[in-house]
């Protein structure tokens, strides 16, 4: 199979796919990995929890064509700095999740469009948090836009209780009639959402943007909230320190970000 001429767009998850956690600058493979696909006509994007304020300066060393940010709620033309896509959090329902369990959790933040509002128990020295430190501000709820909320995360460092966190907060929602859904998890907390707010959402929006389809897709993802990107993309690539979950549903593995398993697959592949 010649599988440059299949796929067209490549999306790669960011932390544990492509850079080790706690990295700063992606290595040189990586980077070049970046300029072959474009050279090649691939067509390439981030697909991340990260959004505007956690991205650091990651657009401008892989100068990716675009930006899937906080976990799919939008999608960002990196060249025109435009967006393509976005799915918003109501404000209101977004305060009265706040008010219900921010003191409830050991971390509470609302991923604005270029900064992150938090709950005082929220620990911002952390691999993730430190180096965009300066982009938290204290939560108020007057300082909340209607427009700019794209993702909420509920940190819960007990893994036996963040089962306990999805059965209230799913709870609370659907009492609550909310306009908000978990859209994914990890041993540590929960993302929650606006409904079809995920990876794979963002990219059937990408991909109906540039004429494509989800078959002509690659991606690569190495966590829970990568599964239905993974799943559903015509080439689903696990990263080989991935959940048997992930890696039994991946069309194929590569090897870790520790050693740029992406580059190499694609190599192998010979998609660049």
Known sequence: MNYKDKYKLAAFDVDGTL?????????????????????????????????????????????????????????????????????????????????????????????????????????TNTWYAKPFEHKFEDYSADKLIDDQIHLITLNQPDPKKVQELVKNVTKFIKQNKLDLEISSLWSRGIFIAPPMSNKIHALEKLASYLNLGLENIIAFGDGENDYEMIKNVGYGVAIDDSSNELKAIAKDICFSCEVDGPYHKLKELEII
């Open 19 to 123: 850079l080790v956690p706690g990295d700063l600058v992606f290595s040189k493979n990586i980077k070049n990995m970046f300029l072959e696909l474009k050279k090649n006509n691939v067509i390439t994007t981030l697909a991340t929890a990260r959004e505007f304020a956690s991205i650091n300066n990651f657009l401008e060393q892989l100068n990716p064509d675009y930006f899937i940010g906080a976990n799919g709620s939008f999608v960002w033309d990196v060249k025109n700095k435009k967006f393509i896509f976005t799915n918003v959090c109501n404000k209101e329902d977004v305060i009265k999740l706040y008010d219900e369990f921010a003191t409830k959790v050991e971390g509470f933040q609302i991923s604005h469009f270029d900064k992150v509002f938090k709950s005082p128990t929220t620990n």
